[in-house]
């Protein structure tokens, strides 16, 4: 454990390659080894029942291809569990970016191929399950008023 405080939001900084508190790398980071320990180490915290929920804004991203894809593979569980929230959304979206970035590499292009696809799957459903939550609450409201003219 580190005893000095993130350069990214200031916190103490308990993380041993990321911060916990915002995902920032407290070391650097500089082959593909320590980049997937940090990946490992991040979605430790994601998991853990007191994270931040700033923790996915700025969180690092790898600059190794096999790591940065592997950050895309971990985040889709999270992205499916966090319908409402947009941190994971836009995590997503950079991993993409950076992975067309990344120029010809076949690997590289089929994956944000892929997470593409499965990003505007989740802004599908969470697009339906904001409409259905406004149809159950309309729902609500009619049955109500008229239940309340029917019992007086």
Not at 6 to 22: I, L, R
Not at 132 to 146: H, K, R, S, T
Request: charged share 20%; aromatic share 6%.
């Amino acid at each position: 454990m580190n005893d000095h405080q993130c350069v990214g939001c200031g916190a103490p900084s308990n993380g041993v390659f990321v911060c916990h508190h915002c995902g920032v790398p407290v070391r650097p980071l500089s082959d593909a080894a320590s980049q997937r320990q940090a990946l490992d180490e991040l979605h430790g915290q994601l998991g853990s029942k007191d994270r931040s929920p700033s923790l996915l804004v700025n969180a690092f991203l790898p600059d190794d291809p096999r790591v940065l894809i592997d950050a895309g593979l971990r985040l889709l569980p999270v992205l499916e569990e966090s319908a409402g929230q947009s941190g994971a959304a836009g995590r997503m979206r950079a991993i993409i970016i950076k992975l067309r970035l990344l120029g010809n590499d076949p690997t590289s292009t089929r994956a944000a191929a892929e997470f593409e696809a499965a990003l505007e799957a989740y802004r599908r459903s969470d697009r339906m399950t904001g409409y259905a939550v406004w149809m159950i609450a309309l729902g609500l409201v009619v049955f109500g008023v008229f239940g309340f003219r029917h019992c007086g």
